[in-house]
């Protein structure tokens, strides 16, 4: 092969060039000194979670942060949630159960559990945290000290992404580094625009003040990106926000296998796309085909190559979709590996772009029309999410 042959797959180098900004990990919220004085009120939503609740209980009580009490808000569950909360919590009385009343007209399930969670609490700082998360003994400490040290009304981290499936691995690294790339840490702690800031839901920490200033969970009511809403009205309001990584401290999974991974994904895809350019009408119009785009970047040299490789006419790019699909795939080993994922799924990456493709379709075919998660259907009369 010739260097004229191959520099249509120059292209394929750029990728690289965000891989020492998406590995330098900074702010690292480990780097924050501990706070210890304020007492936290911890909120747990959580609707039919019985093969996670037990182990996010665990870890919260094995906290070295000495204020605390943990609020289980049981939103309706099917299945044995608040049994094992009422369990733990009769051998700690620092745990709680709150069972969740109806749901009313208008809201979405996760904002009012958080709220039901909320008015339960009698801490200065609350914080809200997934069922599905695993927290290290210091992280509280730590988060707490980042939100006094900051003079932040909100904290909250990229947590470690726990994939254990084959399609939990080759899919999640697609999301997170879309994710990575467009919410920079140093971007969103200095915003002054609501398209700048996000808040991930799997954990945030909130001063009571801040939280009711922004109108609390109810502000955010009728929203599936709810933990993004919530950030743009805190920076609405003047609340300073401070996002941090945390993979040592905290880590969570996600999805359990494909079809709870696109059921996820799809709820959040479209709307939470849209959300994070509130004010943008054309950009929110382009989402769809933004992201088309970029998996599509992925996908040509496969398609290229294989076209190529089966006698097809590809006006001589052969040797340069060879070139870009080697070149994608060590990309991909280098992502897998820096999210603790073995490199060998780098090699499966076009099967990651064509799943994310798909969970992009169905979530934009089913809009703000058709929402399910855990056994509910919403039906939304806007495209932002508002019920």
């Known amino acids: 092969m010739t260097f004229p042959q191959l520099w249509p797959a120059l292209p394929w180098l750029v990728p690289y060039f965000t891989l020492p900004r998406l590995a330098r990990g900074t702010p690292d919220l480990s780097n924050a000194p501990p706070g210890s004085g ?22 919260l009580l094995a906290s ?6 943990i609020i289980v808000v049981d939103d309706r569950s099917s299945d044995d949630t608040a049994a094992i909360a009422e369990r ?44 599905d998360t695993r927290h290290e003994p210091d992280f ?16 909250t981290v990229a947590a470690h992404q726990r994939c254990d499936t084959f399609w939990e691995r080759v899919v999640m690294p697609q999301i997170w580094l879309l994710l990575g790339l467009r919410y920079n840490p140093e971007r969103v702690n200095r915003a002054t625009r609501a398209r700048d800031v996000i808040a991930n839901g799997q954990f945030l920490l909130v001063t009571r003040a801040g939280y009711e200033a922004a109108g ?37 999974r996600m999805y359990r296998g494909l079809a709870h991974l696109i059921e996820g994904w799809s709820k959040n895809f479209y709307l939470g796309g849209r959300r994070s350019f509130p004010e ?11 992201l088309a785009g970029v998996m599509g970047f992925w996908l040509a040299p496969v398609v290229v190559a294989l076209c190529w490789a089966l006698g097809g006419s590809v006006g001589g790019l052969g040797p340069a979709a060879l070139a870009a699909a080697a070149l994608t795939a060590g990309f991909w080993a280098l ?31 089913r809009g703000a029309r058709h929402v399910e998660w855990k056994g509910r259907v919403y039906r939304t009369d806007a495209d932002s999410g508002a019920a």
Request: hydrophobic content about 45%; proline content about 6%.
């Open 38 to 59: 304020r007492t936290v009120s911890i909120v747990i939503p959580a609707r039919d979670e019985s093969a996670t609740l037990e182990t996010v209980l665990r870890s």
């Open 64 to 69: 070295e942060y000495p204020k605390l009490e």
């Open 88 to 131: 733990i919590a009769g051998g700690d009385p620092r745990v709680r159960l709150v069972r969740g009343a109806e749901l009313p007209a208008g809201w979405f399930g996760k904002p009012w559990a958080c709220v039901q969670g909320y008015r339960a609490a009698a801490g200065e700082l609350v914080a809200f945290t997934d069922a």
């Open 140 to 155: 509280l400490g730590h988060a707490v000290g980042a939100l006094e040290a900051e003079r932040a009304d909100l904290v």
């Open 216 to 252: 609390t969970h109810q502000s955010v009511r009728g929203e599936v990106a709810e933990d993004v809403a919530l950030a743009q009205e805190f920076l609405r309001h003047g609340r300073k926000l401070h996002l941090a990584y945390a993979g040592r401290l905290i880590e969570t």
């Open 280 to 290: 943008e009408p054309v950009l929110r119009a382009l989402m769809p085909w933004l």
């Open 335 to 365: 992502m897998s590996f820096g999210m603790g994922i073995p490199p060998i799924y780098g090699l499966a990456y076009p099967l990651g772009a064509a799943m994310v493709l798909y969970i992009a379709a169905r979530s934009t075919w």
